[in-house]
């Protein structure tokens, strides 16, 4: 007879205007799984929820960690926070604890590492994470836009908050440029 063993896995969304990212914990600093999924186009935001949703279904997680959109600094359109409302409406109707962060507080606990911008909290994440390492893009140029890879290192960056802010982990390690 086989033994399931119970695991508490952490799903952190960042939803964006062509897709959402997603990064799958299973304890502190140690992600199981992860993706962007970009949609391409009529109905993005069904889509984009449909594909959600069969990412809940399929790892169950215990938490969902999403961005606050009552921050102020929460700069998104109306299909981004129709999105973000949608999944965290259908992780509620699962049970799935929601847990949402404003931007500050992702700043808040990334400050031990001395990261500031996003593009250097992205570092701190891929020096902590080494999975996902190799997936970080280069510094944006101030002529492009930003890489779509960013949001991954976003999502990844909501749940390092997450087991921040609920003592999960002590705090974050000093950054390493990579």
Not at 93 to 105: G, K, V
Request: proline share 5%; with cysteine.
């Amino acid at each position: 007879m086989k033994r399931r063993i119970e695991r508490e896995l952490t799903l952190a969304i960042c939803p964006f205007y062509r897709g959402f990212a997603f990064v799958a914990f299973e304890s502190p600093l140690s992600p199981i799984d992860w993706g962007i999924k970009v949609i391409e186009g009529p109905h993005k935001v069904a889509r984009s929820l449909e594909i959600a949703k069969r990412v809940i279904d399929r790892l169950q997680p215990a938490s969902l960690i999403l961005e606050s959109t009552a921050d102020p600094q929460y700069r998104r359109g109306k299909r981004v926070r129709r999105l973000q409302s949608l999944i965290a409406h259908h992780a509620t109707w699962r049970a799935i604890e929601l847990h949402a962060f404003a931007r500050y507080q992702i700043g808040d606990s990334f400050k031990a590492t001395g990261a500031v911008t996003r593009y250097e909290i992205a570092q701190a994440v891929a020096s902590q994470i080494d999975a996902l390492r190799d997936r970080l893009p280069p510094p944006r140029k101030k002529w492009k836009s930003e890489d779509t890879r960013m949001r991954l290192f976003n999502a990844a960056a909501l749940a390092l908050t997450f087991y921040c802010q609920t003592g999960a982990i002590a705090g974050l390690r000093g950054n390493k440029t990579t």
